[in-house]
């Protein structure tokens, strides 16, 4: 009779560790699908090695800069056909530089025109000014290279 109870009793242990078992996992699978819910934050998201420069800064390549809500970060130039100083041209030629723009939870990389407005979202922002200015010899590197950027 005694044999009998013990076994009826691991028994009931037995369901009693299954039933928690089972209690946590629901618990888990419920739980688990939220921690994959995005969090957006309410500021740009950058990932830069460089501290963030304030508005108007002249910055280089790979140096993010603040313009209003967004952070820009002017990533290569992609053409400068300027024209040269001292040198009569027939066209002015133009600065096309490939920039990165981080807003709330979104980044858009963009080719930004020199004196061109341009519009990503529902923000606006215009390349300012290059430095320095284009000159025959020796060929501007891409450390000389500074821009402002202008929130429009």
């Known amino acids: 009779?005694?044999?009998?109870?013990?076994?009826?009793?691991?028994?009931?242990?037995r369901k009693g560790v299954t039933a928690n078992a089972m209690k946590h996992a629901l618990i888990?699978?419920?739980?688990?699908?939220?921690?994959?819910?995005?969090?957006?934050?309410?500021?740009?998201?950058?990932?830069?090695?460089?501290?963030v420069a304030q508005q108007g800064s002249l910055v280089g390549l790979l140096r993010p800069v603040q313009l209003g809500r967004?952070?820009?970060?002017?990533?290569?130039?992609?053409?400068?056909?300027?024209?040269?100083?001292d040198v009569q041209c027939v066209h002015a030629g133009r600065v096309v530089v490939e920039t990165r723009i981080d807003g709330p939870g979104w980044r858009q990389t963009q080719p930004l025109v020199l004196?061109?407005?341009?519009?990503?979202?529902?923000?606006?922002?215009?390349?300012?000014?290059?430095?320095?200015?284009?000159?025959?010899?020796?060929?501007?590197?891409s450390a000389q290279y500074r821009f402002r950027f202008s929130p429009d």
Do not use: K, W, Y
Not at 28 to 51: G, M, R
Not at 70 to 85: A, F, Y
């Open 115 to 141: 004196g061109d407005p341009h519009s990503v979202r529902d923000v606006r922002v215009t390349l300012m000014e290059v430095q320095p200015a284009m000159r025959v010899d020796p060929r501007i590197t």
């Open 28 to 51: 888990l699978a419920a739980i688990l699908p939220l921690s994959a819910c995005a969090i957006v934050p309410n500021s740009p998201i950058v990932d830069s090695q460089h501290e």
């Open 1 to 13: 009779m005694v044999g009998q109870f013990v076994d009826i009793q691991a028994q009931a242990s």
């Open 70 to 85: 967004v952070v820009v970060t002017p990533m290569r130039v992609t053409e400068d056909s300027r024209c040269p100083q």
